[in-house]
């Protein structure tokens, strides 16, 4: 939840764990908004589950200091480039046409960015991209898509 990655989620569920992660960045008690999600124990593991933990500890500082910083991403690969446009298009609940009109460029750049990762036009454009959907990044290399 804190890193903002829907990987290997999709579908409903990744419409609703984007509502989720929308709602957890918008709060200000996240604590308590995680205590209130899950009543019982959270499953093993790290993540998402450290973090509810933490708040049903009482850890509220813990939950507000990952809160506050969001992961900053190295996008230099199609993979990761798709992964991330997928996960905070969903998370900010918008349409491709939506990002789109955002970032002043054709829905068919925002498609394929997020399907294959790569671009049709400049990398300026998926910097356009990526900018609209607010994702924190240090530094981009989109491929272009090939004409074959």
């Keep these: 939840m804190h890193t903002g990655t829907l990987d290997h989620v999709t579908g409903t569920r990744k419409k609703r764990a984007g509502e989720r992660i929308r709602q957890f960045w918008a709060s200000d008690d996240p604590a308590k908004l995680l205590r209130d ?3 019982g124990t959270p499953s093993e593991g790290r993540g998402g589950a ?4 933490a708040a049903q500890k009482g850890y509220d ?5 990952v809160h506050r910083s969001r992961n900053t991403w190295i ?7 798709k992964r991330r446009v997928g996960d905070y298009r969903a998370i900010r609940g918008l349409t491709i046409d939506e990002v789109a009109d955002a970032a002043h460029v054709d829905p068919q750049v925002v498609s394929m960015l997020e399907r294959q ?3 049709p036009t400049t990398n300026r454009d998926a910097a356009r991209v990526i900018r609209a ?3 924190k990044f240090m530094k981009i290399v989109a491929e272009r898509a090939s004409n074959d």
Excluded: E, F, N, Y
Excluded at 61 to 65: A, K, L, M
């Design 37 to 39: 999600w899950w009543g």
């Design 50 to 53: 450290a973090l509810v933990r």
């Design 61 to 65: 500082w813990q939950v507000r200091d």
């Design 75 to 81: 996008l230099d690969s199609p993979d990761l480039i």
């Design 117 to 119: 990762g790569v671009t």
């Design 133 to 135: 959907l607010d994702i």
